[in-house]
Structures are given as C-alpha cells and as structure tokens.
C-alpha cells in the first residue's frame, strides 16, 4: 500500500486514482500526463505488461472526457532488452493512441539511450503525422544538433535540462552552463519550430524567458511541471497559457517518491513532517 505521504507525488497505485487525479486537475484547467511508473526491466514480460498498461490506459482516456496524454519511459518498454523489444512496444502504444486520438510522449533517459529514443520518436511521428513527442535534454551538448533535426519533425519537443548525471565529455555541467544552454535551445525552438515546443520545467526564469520568446514569435508552446511541485502556480499559469501537470502512479512509487523528496530541502522536511504527523 503507498504511504500517504507520497500522495503529493504521486497519484495512487492504480489507473483509476490516477485518471480521479485529471479529473480534479482538469476542473482547475490544467490538463495532464499520465505515467505508469517503471523503467530498467530485464524481462521482456515485465516489459510487455507496462506496454499493455499503457494501451489499456490510451483506452481509459479515450473512453472518459479527460484531457490526458501518457508519458512513457524507453526502458520500460524494453530498450535494456533490445531497440526491437522497445520498437515494438511503443509501436503497439503509439497506433492504439493515434486510433484513439490520445497523445503519446517518450520520456528521455540517459545519454545511452538518446540515438534509439530519438530514432524511435522521428519515425512514429513521420508515420502518424504528429501525435507523439520526445523530450531533449539542456545539459548535453549534443542536443542543439537534435533539436536542429527536430524542427521539421511533425511532433512535439519538451526541453528539460536533463535529470541523469553524465560524463563531463558530452554534458555541461553546473547549473549556470544549463541555464544557459536551456534559453539557447528554447531561442532555437521558438525561432524555428512551428509550435510544439514543451517547457519542462519549475524554474520562473526559463518559463518568464518561454513567454518572452512566444510574444516575440508568436510560436506555441505549454508549460509542463511534476505533479506536487509548484502546484499552485500551475493552477495559476493555466488561466493564460497550456499547462499540463505529469502525474506518476504505480507500485513502484517507492524510489520516485525518494528522489523528489531528496531534490530539495522543504520536499524533504514535508516528507519527514508528515511521516511524523506535524
Ligand atoms: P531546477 O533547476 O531544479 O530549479 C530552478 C528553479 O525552479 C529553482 O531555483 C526554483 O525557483 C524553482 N523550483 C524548482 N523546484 C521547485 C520546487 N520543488 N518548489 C518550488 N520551486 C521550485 N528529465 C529527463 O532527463 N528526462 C525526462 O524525460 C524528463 N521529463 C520531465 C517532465 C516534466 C514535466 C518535468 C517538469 C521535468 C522532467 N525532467 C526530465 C526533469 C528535468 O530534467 C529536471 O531535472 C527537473 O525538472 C528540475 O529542473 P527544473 O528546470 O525544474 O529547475
């Protein structure tokens, strides 16, 4: 059973607490991003049952009058297993969605990943003319050349500035660096692409600069954040502009509820009060 403390993180165990979560969200205007929490597997069935999760979820969406999408992680759907484990799978997701009209966004791993996670994005959304999008990473230095590849592709783009701590080789390193490389990559999208353009982040400057860009270029872009962080300015945000919130739920919600509440301070002094009942 997931302690009650995590619920500020995460949705709930199940599809039917999560899609209760849009539902909520959605009467405040903030549309969603579900994700079944999972990545890593080894065995092709633990792979196939997330797949099928997923299906069953694009058809939980379809069938209510929510506005959600679905975020999927490569290695949840078999990329430790082999790029035509992970094809077949997000293939299989991607056509139940395009059937359905449900939107499907690829997660971003480490930088092992990037070649087959974009390989996989730029042939789906060439194929269904749109309907999925991938999401790049401000502190590789390869990603201005991606996204430069990116720019025509019918799909949508979310700029983060990368979770996975990588080789000082082929990254930037220190928060200034990424800061900078973000408003780079966004003064790129916004001058180039022909809408898409995802901001995930929480940091006020990157969304203040999104803004900035949009009223420059016109381009359209949606602001993206986790659920149980910033949540009131999501609320906020969304009386002018797109705003989706990325919900997790599962079983596994153990070591995602750890990493957010060890990225900062007061999450942490949150968990810790509340698992004491202050
Ligand atoms: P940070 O650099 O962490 O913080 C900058 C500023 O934002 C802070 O100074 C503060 O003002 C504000 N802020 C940040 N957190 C809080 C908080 N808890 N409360 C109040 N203010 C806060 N990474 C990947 O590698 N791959 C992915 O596929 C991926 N998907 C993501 C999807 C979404 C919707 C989001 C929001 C993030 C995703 N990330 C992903 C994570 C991302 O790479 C960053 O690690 C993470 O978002 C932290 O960076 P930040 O831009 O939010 O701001």
């Given at each position: 059973m997931m302690l009650p403390v995590a619920g500020r993180f995460v949705a709930?165990?199940?599809?039917?607490?999560?899609?209760?979560?849009?539902?909520?969200?959605n009467d405040r205007n903030v549309k969603a991003i579900v994700n079944l929490l999972g990545e890593h597997y080894d065995d092709r069935e633990a792979a196939d049952a997330d797949a099928r999760e997923y299906r069953e979820l694009v058809e939980d969406i379809a069938r209510s009058d929510l506005e959600a999408t679905?975020?999927?992680?490569?290695?949840?759907?078999?990329?430790d297993l082999g790029e035509d484990v992970f094809r077949e799978n997000l293939e299989g997701i991607v056509e139940t969605a395009a059937e359905r009209d449900v939107f499907v966004w690829i997660d971003m791993e480490d930088h092992t990943t990037t070649d087959a996670t974009l390989d996989a994005y730029e042939e789906l959304a060439r194929e269904h003319g749109g309907g999925v999008g991938v999401c790049v990473q401000?502190?590789?230095?390869?990603?201005?050349?991606?996204?430069?590849?990116?720019?025509?592709?019918?799909?949508?783009?979310?700029?983060?500035?990368?979770?996975?701590?990588?080789?000082?080789?082929?990254?930037?390193?220190?928060k200034e660096a990424v800061n900078r490389e973000y408003e780079a990559l966004l003064e790129y999208a916004f001058e180039n692409f022909d809408g898409g353009i995802a901001i995930g982040s929480h940091d006020p400057a990157m969304i203040d600069r999104a803004i900035e860009l949009h009223e420059e270029h016109?381009?359209?872009?949606?602001?993206?954040?986790?659920?149980?962080?910033?949540?009131?300015?999501?609320?906020?945000?969304?009386?002018?502009?797109?705003?989706?919130?990325?919900?997790?739920?599962?079983?596994?919600?153990?070591?995602?509820?750890?990493?957010?509440?060890?990225?900062?301070?007061?999450?942490?002094?949150?968990?810790?009060?509340?698992?004491?009942?202050?």
């Amino acid at each position: 059973m997931m302690l009650p403390v995590a619920g500020r993180f995460v949705a709930g165990e199940g599809p039917a607490e999560a899609l209760e979560h849009v539902r909520q969200l959605n009467d405040r205007n903030v549309k969603a991003i579900v994700n079944l929490l999972g990545e890593h597997y080894d065995d092709r069935e633990a792979a196939d049952a997330d797949a099928r999760e997923y299906r069953e979820l694009v058809e939980d969406i379809a069938r209510s009058d929510l506005e959600a999408t679905v975020s999927v992680k490569p290695s949840q759907v078999g990329l430790d297993l082999g790029e035509d484990v992970f094809r077949e799978n997000l293939e299989g997701i991607v056509e139940t969605a395009a059937e359905r009209d449900v939107f499907v966004w690829i997660d971003m791993e480490d930088h092992t990943t990037t070649d087959a996670t974009l390989d996989a994005y730029e042939e789906l959304a060439r194929e269904h003319g749109g309907g999925v999008g991938v999401c790049v990473q401000a502190n590789l230095k390869r990603t201005r050349g991606d996204v430069e590849r990116l720019a025509d592709v019918p799909g949508k783009v979310r700029f983060v500035k990368g979770a996975y701590d990588e080789p000082v080789e082929i990254a930037y390193k220190g928060k200034e660096a990424v800061n900078r490389e973000y408003e780079a990559l966004l003064e790129y999208a916004f001058e180039n692409f022909d809408g898409g353009i995802a901001i995930g982040s929480h940091d006020p400057a990157m969304i203040d600069r999104a803004i900035e860009l949009h009223e420059e270029h016109g381009t359209d872009f949606e602001i993206q954040m986790l659920m149980g962080v910033r949540d009131d300015a999501q609320v906020e945000l969304a009386e002018e502009y797109e705003v989706y919130q990325y919900i997790p739920y599962g079983d596994r919600w153990m070591s995602y509820f750890y990493r957010r509440a060890m990225e900062r301070k007061e999450n942490l002094w949150f968990a810790v009060r509340a698992v004491l009942g202050r």
